[in-house]
Every structure is written in C-alpha cells, then in structure tokens.
C-alpha cells in the first residue's frame, strides 16, 4: 500500500502557485500619469502648425501681352511690394541689391528690377567708365500703360560704345525710346521713385550686364526676331505698380 501522507504534496504545491499568482499581479495604472513610452525610443517632436499660404498677387492686365501669351505665366512680386510682374512658369527670381534678377530656365540672368537705382551722372563711357564715341540704332518701342506713370514706353536698342556693341531692352521715358541716345537709361520715375526694369540699369555690357554685349549690329538686329527676345519684352512690359 502506498502511505496516505503522499496525496497532500500536490495540494501543498496547488497552494504555492495560487500565492505566485497573486503576488505576480499587474499593478492599477496611475490615471494622473503619461503615455509609457519604451526605453530607448524617443518621442517624436509635436506637429508643427500649417504655414499659411502667401497671398496671390492679383493683374489687372490682359493673358496677351505684346503678342506673347502669358496665361500660366507666374505672378512674380518685388520685395518692396510696391510692383509685380510675370515670369514664365520654368523661369526663376533672386533677390538682388533694391530689387530682384530674373533667370532663365538655365539660372543666367536676363534682367533686373531694382528701386532707385544709379542711373549714372549722364556721362557716356564704356564698360571700363572711360568715355567714347557712340552711336545707337533704335530696334523695337513698344507703348506701355503703367498706373501712375506718365509718358513712358518700352524700348531696344543697338548702341555702339567705342568697338563694342550693346543690346538693351526696358522701360524708359517715351521720347528716350523714341530716339535713344547714349547714355541709355533703362529707368522710369514714378510716384513712389526711381524704379528700373531691363537689361541694366545705364546701358554698358559689363558686369550684370555682360550677357548683352553682342558681336555686331547685325546681330543686334536678329535679336529681336528671337522667341527669347519676345519673352523678355513680355515679362518687361507685364510690370504693375501696387498702390501703398
């Protein structure tokens, strides 16, 4: 016969897992306390607010602008706020000293905005500043209406400057862009100052200037049969003066 003592052994070890079990009982979660988060990962940084979206700069001119249509063209604002122009789509902007470059699709700048610009004691010098003979050949002159702005016009011209010739493009007084003379001043005055918008501000083919030195007048005057040339007259005449 087996003793009668052993049948207890598996009470007794019923009785040790029932106390292993309640003292191995999760504890009540503080409810004052945060989320756990996993020892070794790092919280992520809390969302920061949307950015409102600039405002769109409204035009009041029309898609077409001297011949060129320039619907999906952007809305291109200085940074003083005081003007807007537009830009084809794949074209950029940089700021530049009183104003702004605009650049081709390439990153070359093409022309300068600028506000009070110095347009240059109405000396005619050359690149280097040293006077010279001249003469010029008016290429294009286009009417232009800019609120509040009197008697200006677009205008191109070939001017010679000793054995160099210049291509310059831009808003300037109307009789300026009727008969240009050197020094060529690509420069209006409105009733909020000087403002400038062309291929330089004083005509000279050197420095911010340098792409518009061209070999000859003969290449000059095909300048302006190039698509690029009527883009860059758009984007020139496209300038609008915001009021304030």
């Known amino acids: 016969m087996k003793p009668l003592r052993r049948p207890l052994a598996p009470l007794a070890l019923l009785g040790v897992a029932l106390v292993l079990v309640g003292c191995s009982g999760t504890p009540s979660p503080d409810p004052d306390a945060g989320p756990s ?15 409102e979206a600039p405002p769109e700069v409204e035009s009041s001119l029309p898609a077409e602008i001297a011949g060129v249509d320039t619907t999906g063209w952007q809305q291109v604002p200085v940074p003083s706020g005081s003007a807007t122009f537009r830009i084809p789509a794949e074209w950029t902007v940089a700021e530049a000293p009183g104003g702004l470059e605009v650049l081709s699709p390439a990153g070359q700048r093409q022309l300068g905005y600028a506000e009070d610009p110095d347009t240059g004691d109405g000396t005619c010098v050359d690149g280097s500043g040293t006077p010279v003979g001249w003469r010029t050949l008016g290429l294009d002159r286009q009417e232009v209406a800019i609120d509040g702005v009197a008697g200006a016009a677009y205008g191109a011209a070939a001017l010679q400057l000793g054995d160099q010739w210049v291509f310059s493009m831009g808003l300037l007084p109307a ?12 420069a209006i005055e409105t009733s909020a100052g000087i403002v400038s918008f062309g291929s330089e501000v004083v005509a000279s083919g050197s420095g911010d200037g ?3 030195a061209v070999a000859s007048l003969d290449a000059a005057q095909q300048y302006v049969a190039d698509p690029e040339y009527a883009t860059l007259r758009a984007i020139v005449m496209s300038l609008e003066l915001l009021e304030g």
Not at 41 to 50: M, S
Not at 175 to 186: E, L, M, S
Request: hydrophobic fraction near 35%; aromatic fraction near 4%.
């Open 37 to 51: 988060i996993p020892p070794g990962i790092t919280a992520p940084p809390p969302t920061a607010p949307a950015a």
């Open 175 to 186: 009789d300026a862009a009727q008969r240009p003379q050197c020094p060529i001043v690509n």
């Open 210 to 212: 340098s792409p518009w």
